[in-house]
């Protein structure tokens, strides 16, 4: 049996996901033996060719008993659209594949509510009368302080809100009729039925982080200061996990112990073919794929060669900027410029018509074959949705080398200790001039 198989962790939970100035929001995280991946949940039509849904419209109808059946939190107050927080037993059957927990309520009978705090929606629901059509969209990344359950088999009790202030943080139900005295019976075969249009609620991936020499930490970068429950994976290309915070304790210590040891694993894995068991040695990959290696006495002449290979990437990328390769999408001939101001590029070939083009700060993941094509995982600036863009390369190294030397390089330039060491950059670019040489063929 092998070692490296039996020791490799696979393992799926609920975190937080903190990115940025956003406020947590849940995620799920699997973790498989070469990559974690990081989830977002988003509502998908499912009736034909899938797609991500933008705004959908839900007409519903009171029922005597249980009113419109709905909970909702949120608001303006809290800077958030109002979202349905629960959806009774007996609504869920017919509301399924139409509205979800957790989504955000836009409009009311055609009254534009997105701005609107908690009471004022609850107001507008109470008096829309026997009939509401609901303009929703699914809120992606709904804070964590909402407590939204995860899945659509949470219902929610009637109860009789007719008097006194509804809370943005709890569940305002809404199950009042319109017409006290009315006793007509609407059962929820009388609502009106769906247009055709069916979607479904699914776990989407939002960010991909490839786990062969990674790293990861639980402090704040330039300090000690540990976050508590709380780390984030870097990858080597510079892609970054965001801060994933557990929900315990033990939960973190079990995730980060599982992905040390896929970590581990790889990089054994990687290393396996070294020559020699010497303290301080090195490899260079070229282009085509042949491993150099190299070995020295001194850690510090180690440390001294790293850094000049460094310098030595930095520069030759300040150099030339940018990079064209050929590739292929779809049996047709393309292009990819990796340029070090505006990022990736691809074009056809023949009229130089752009396809698309993104930020270095949008690659969100890769992953290659080993042979041919590598898959690119960008997040749309506008959607915020994760597009997937492959393409086959005849020379798969060189191109992976580029992409991590442009990154590397970007990385280097928004480092103040790299850049303000011009002196020791300068002295280690003049003796990394073989290894440049060898480094970028």
């Given at each position: 049996?092998?070692?490296?198989?039996?020791?490799?962790?696979?393992?799926?939970?609920?975190?937080?996901l903190?990115?940025?100035?956003?406020e947590?929001?849940?995620?799920?995280?699997?973790?498989?033996?070469?990559?974690?991946?990081?989830?977002?949940?988003?509502?998908?039509?499912?009736?034909?060719?899938?797609?991500?849904?933008?705004?959908?419209?839900?007409?519903?109808?009171?029922?005597?008993?249980?009113?419109?059946?709905?909970s909702i939190?949120?608001?303006?107050?809290?800077?958030?659209?109002?979202?349905?927080?629960?959806?009774?037993?007996?609504?869920?059957?017919?509301?399924?594949?139409?509205?979800?927990?957790?989504?955000?309520?836009?409009q009311?009978?055609?009254?534009?509510?997105?701005?609107?705090?908690?009471?004022?929606?609850?107001q507008?629901?109470?008096?829309?009368?026997?009939?509401?059509?609901?303009?929703?969209?699914?809120?992606?990344r709904?804070?964590?302080?909402?407590?939204?359950?995860?899945?659509?088999?949470?219902?929610?009790?009637?109860?009789?809100?007719?008097?006194?202030?509804?809370?943005p943080?709890?569940?305002?139900?809404?199950?009042?009729?319109?017409?006290?005295?009315?006793?007509?019976?609407?059962?929820?075969?009388?609502?009106?039925?769906s247009?055709?249009?069916?979607?479904?609620?699914?776990?989407?991936?939002?960010?991909?982080?490839?786990?062969?020499h990674?790293?990861?930490?639980?402090?704040?970068?330039?300090?000690?200061?540990?976050?508590?429950?709380?780390?984030?994976?870097?990858?080597?290309?510079?892609?970054?996990?965001?801060?994933?915070?557990?929900?315990?304790?033990?939960?973190?210590?079990?995730?980060?112990?599982?992905?040390?040891?896929?970590?581990?694993?790889?990089?054994?894995?990687?290393?396996?073919?070294?020559?020699?068991?010497?303290?301080?040695?090195?490899?260079?990959?070229?282009?085509?794929?042949?491993?150099l290696?190299?070995?020295?006495?001194?850690?510090?002449?180690?440390t001294?060669w790293?850094?000049?290979?460094?310098?030595?990437?930095?520069?030759?990328?300040?150099?030339?900027?940018?990079?064209t390769?050929?590739?292929?999408?779809?049996?047709h001939?393309?292009?990819?410029?990796?340029?070090?101001?505006?990022?990736?590029?691809?074009?056809?070939?023949?009229?130089?018509?752009?396809?698309?083009?993104?930020?270095?700060?949008?690659?969100?993941?890769?992953?290659?074959?080993?042979?041919?094509?590598?898959?690119?995982?960008?997040?749309?600036?506008?959607?915020?949705?994760?597009?997937?863009?492959?393409?086959?390369?005849?020379n798969?190294?060189?191109v992976?080398?580029?992409?991590?030397?442009?990154?590397?390089?970007?990385?280097?330039?928004?480092?103040?200790l790299?850049?303000?060491?011009?002196a020791?950059?300068?002295?280690?670019?003049?003796?990394a001039?073989?290894?440049?040489?060898?480094?970028?063929?």
């Amino acid at each position: 049996m092998d070692f490296r198989t039996a020791c490799e962790e696979t393992k799926t939970g609920i975190c937080l996901l903190q990115d940025g100035n956003q406020e947590p929001f849940k995620v799920r995280l699997h973790l498989a033996k070469d990559i974690l991946m990081i989830q977002e949940q988003d509502v998908i039509c499912v009736s034909g060719e899938p797609f991500y849904s933008g705004e959908r419209t839900v007409t519903i109808r009171r029922q005597t008993v249980g009113g419109f059946g709905l909970s909702i939190k949120g608001g303006a107050e809290h800077n958030i659209p109002v979202v349905v927080s629960k959806i009774s037993k007996e609504q869920r059957a017919e509301l399924s594949g139409l509205l979800f927990i957790g989504d955000a309520i836009l409009q009311i009978n055609g009254i534009n509510v997105r701005k609107c705090r908690h009471e004022e929606v609850v107001q507008v629901l109470r008096n829309a009368g026997e009939e509401v059509t609901l303009t929703v969209s699914f809120l992606k990344r709904a804070p964590a302080f909402l407590k939204l359950p995860l899945n659509e088999d949470c219902a929610c009790a009637p109860s009789d809100q007719s008097s006194g202030t509804s809370s943005p943080l709890c569940d305002s139900g809404l199950h009042l009729n319109y017409h006290p005295n009315n006793t007509d019976t609407l059962s929820c075969s009388s609502w009106p039925t769906s247009p055709g249009l069916r979607w479904e609620k699914r776990w989407c991936d939002l960010r991909l982080i490839p786990l062969l020499h990674s790293r990861f930490s639980q402090y704040v970068p330039g300090t000690d200061l540990s976050r508590q429950n709380a780390f984030q994976v870097i990858a080597v290309d510079g892609v970054c996990s965001g801060i994933i915070q557990c929900l315990s304790a033990e939960d973190c210590v079990d995730w980060l112990q599982a992905i040390a040891t896929n970590i581990s694993n790889l990089t054994k894995h990687n290393d396996s073919d070294l020559l020699d068991r010497r303290k301080h040695c090195f490899t260079v990959q070229s282009e085509s794929g042949e491993d150099l290696y190299f070995s020295v006495e001194l850690e510090s002449d180690l440390t001294q060669w790293e850094r000049a290979f460094q310098t030595a990437t930095f520069l030759e990328v300040e150099r030339i900027q940018c990079k064209t390769y050929a590739c292929v999408l779809e049996s047709h001939l393309m292009g990819l410029t990796i340029d070090f101001s505006t990022g990736f590029i691809c074009f056809d070939a023949a009229t130089k018509a752009v396809l698309w083009r993104y930020k270095f700060s949008h690659l969100k993941g890769s992953s290659d074959d080993g042979k041919s094509k590598i898959k690119f995982l960008f997040q749309n600036p506008d959607t915020k949705q994760i597009e997937a863009k492959e393409l086959e390369f005849s020379n798969l190294f060189a191109v992976l080398h580029c992409i991590h030397s442009f990154f590397a390089a970007k990385v280097a330039c928004l480092d103040p200790l790299f850049l303000g060491n011009q002196a020791t950059a300068s002295a280690a670019a003049s003796s990394a001039t073989t290894s440049k040489a060898k480094y970028t063929t």
